[in-house]
């Protein structure tokens, strides 16, 4: 499994989980987006559906019927009821991903304490790949 970490710095989340689901949906896989938060959520979803004036990103709430059909599925557990092969940490808070090919999580300043400690224990775990993301101007580039 590969993990992701992604400091925020210019771009609000929204914007990033928009960015990774597109690449997610062109490679033909279902994304899981996680946040506790029910107002984050609806900001990620608004932005999907707003992604370009010709697309969109279809998405849907865990709790709304029709959420085992959602390619995009906003929840606030990581249960995949989608079979998302991937999974998003929008809102900075770590979880132990068991059924995920790749996750990803997303921090900022008031969370980058968390995520260096995740980043330490995760360190030569079995099976597990590491990489770490920052905003260089406007490119994201890999710098771990």
Known sequence: ??????????????????????????????????????????AISRTLWKSGPESFLANGEASEPGAAHQPILLSENTDPQNTASHVIYADGEYREPTEFARAFLLFDDN?????????????????LERAFFRQDGGKWVKVA
């Open 111 to 127: 969370t980058v304490e968390a995520a260096r400690g995740t980043w330490k224990s995760l360190d030569g775990a079995d099976g």
């Open 1 to 42: 499994m590969k993990v992701d970490f992604w400091q925020l710095s210019r771009d609000p989340v929204e914007k990033v989980v928009a960015l990774i689901a597109q690449r997610v949906m062109d490679a033909g896989e279902r994304l899981l987006v996680v946040s506790k938060d029910a107002d984050q959520r609806e």
